[in-house]
């Protein structure tokens, strides 16, 4: 969580730069999502931790409460929703992925917005899966937010999905159908983004209507 | 310099001479794009260039497999962050491709399959600073990194080259492409971290006018003092 003091506000599927300075002037430069909805000058980022990375393991394990921290933005103008739309939605999320998409959630509940949300998250397991208890709560509620998650390596018992990776019949089962013209957004790692965007298309969904986000191995979020 | 973050003394690299400030240096070869990969096959690809007079050329990919083109060893910059040095290619040359044509145009718009658009000054797609090219590291090109063929314009952020492309007209007058539109710079030059459209050092000096015009519009830049809470934020500028 940042106090940002004049944060003009963000909308949601945006990101931020962050920038990390070493005493000698040296620094670094790294884009992560902003997980919150617009809300007042409180950012909240989402950063999963690269054990190998230059940037993630400062920020998840040395910056410290109220330790400053220099950021810019937001930024990107494309993979955004924003709170008045009318349209249904599809998301489908692998991994961290999930982050953008969640300030979307978060965004709809805020807007009190009922429009129709899925989201498809595909996740190694259920320990690696992020806001597992706030999707419960927020699917409870029952405004029309349905999730379901696809496991890729460990299920719980009772999952509805059995392991494995994305695929036409998920997206089929547990997506909107290309009749209800959903915009649709895809995060995650490129593999899991190129192959989500593949199967929408092929199953006839708008390709002008399918918005990706995506990153490498190291290619913007480590 | 930026605020110094307490504890951190980052990666410095042997190679970082090359690296433009603020990126970081990748080996292998991230993908982004804004949509679904288009799949273009080659029997339906065409190439056209269209001046600002309407003039038309155009190459199916027969022809344009039959011009002359050059392997070339360049350095990538994604305005995302990362950099990756000494990626080989295959291309044709764009001055090839404007070779006899009647132009007194100033700017390019180069238009993709999928619909994307990416806006250039003319000036630098011209002189050997830019190729269509259709082979990376002596393969075909992937679709997902712009197959069959992609614009190349190694000098500016890799936004610039337009994967999938399929046409460039010629124009007298400057308009935005698709990331020029949603806050990303006009110019786009690394080594100037053109990344935002609050970014306005330098640039290309035609530009001066839209560039004005768009600081109005969009993403800027602020400097905070500090604040509260948790963790405290504050905001850099690109001066």
Known sequence: ????????????????????????????????????????????????????????????????????????????????????????????AGGSGLVPLMAMI?????????????LIYSVRDPAAALYATELIERQRVGDGLGVTYLYTRTAPAGSPLPVGRISADVIASSGLPPADSPRVFVCGPTGF????????????????AIKTERFGPSGGQS | ??????????????????????????????????????????ASWRLTVRTETGQVRSWDWAAFLALPSEEVTVDLHCVTKWSKLGTRWRGVSIDTL?????????????????GYTTNLPLADLVDGQAWVAFE????????????????????????????????????????PGFWESLGYHNYGDP??????????????????????????????????PGGRATAQASMWTSG
């Open chain 1, 1 to 92: 969580m940042l106090e940002v003091p004049g944060w003009p506000g963000h909308r949601a599927g945006q990101h931020v730069d962050v920038r990390l300075t070493a005493e000698d002037g040296y620094s670094a430069q790294r884009s992560y999502s902003i997980a919150s909805a617009p809300q007042g000058t409180a950012l909240e980022l989402t950063v999963q931790r690269l054990d190998d990375g230059e940037v993630s393991p400062y920020l998840t394990q040395t910056l410290g409460v109220g330790q400053p921290l220099e950021l810019r933005g937001p930024v990107g103008g494309w993979f955004v929703w924003d709170a008045d739309g009318t349209a249904p939605v599809l998301l489908v």
């Open chain 1, 106 to 118: 978060r965004a709809r509940a805020q807007a009190a917005n009922r429009v129709p949300f899925r």
């Open chain 1, 193 to 208: 983004v190129e192959t989500t965007a593949g199967l929408l298309v092929a199953a006839g969904h708008d390709p002008g």
């Open chain 2, 1 to 42: 310099m930026g605020i110094v973050s307490p504890g951190f003394s980052g990666r410095r690299r042997a190679d970082s001479d090359k690296l433009p400030p603020g990126q970081y240096l990748v080996t292998d070869f991230p993908v982004l794009s804004a949509g679904p990969t288009p799949r273009v096959d080659s």
């Open chain 2, 98 to 114: 404007l070779d006899g044509a009647e132009t007194a145009a100033d700017y390019a718009m180069a238009h993709s399959y999928g």
């Open chain 2, 136 to 175: 990376y590291d002596g393969d075909p090109l992937e679709p997902e990194h712009g197959g069959p063929a992609r614009l190349l314009v190694p000098h500016l952020y890799l936004w610039k080259s337009a994967k999938w492309v399929q046409g460039i007209d010629l124009s007298d007058d400057d308009e």
């Open chain 2, 191 to 224: 080594w100037r971290e053109q990344r935002y459209w609050g970014d306005l050092r330098g640039g290309s000096p035609r530009l001066g006018r839209s560039r004005r015009r768009r600081r109005q519009r969009g993403l800027s830049c602020w400097r905070f």
